[in-house]
């Protein structure tokens, strides 16, 4: 149980990170979330937003970043 714990932390903390991030990219301007690609359907009182472009982007930064990471190891 401890090992669960721990990596709970982990990505807890992980995901705090990463919500500071986006915040701070939003404050410098940032189109995250507004890029071209990004699905975004307004219709009566019903809106669905979804950043399709964003996502891929986001993945492929975080990918090529585990990668160097794992090179580093």
């Known amino acids: 149980m401890d090992a ?3 990596w709970l932390v982990v990505l807890g903390g992980v995901l705090a990170v990463a919500g500071l991030l986006l915040l701070g990219a ?3 301007g940032l ?4 890029l071209p690609g990004d699905l975004r359907i307004e219709r009566g009182g019903v ?4 950043p399709i472009t964003t996502c891929l982007l ?3 930064l975080l990918s090529g970043l585990l990668w160097l990471i794992g ?3």
């Open 71 to 73: 090179r580093i190891r």
């Open 4 to 6: 669960l714990g721990r």
């Open 47 to 50: 809106r669905f937003f979804f």
């Open 26 to 28: 939003s404050h410098l």
């Open 58 to 60: 986001l993945s492929l």
């Open 31 to 34: 189109p995250l979330g507004r």
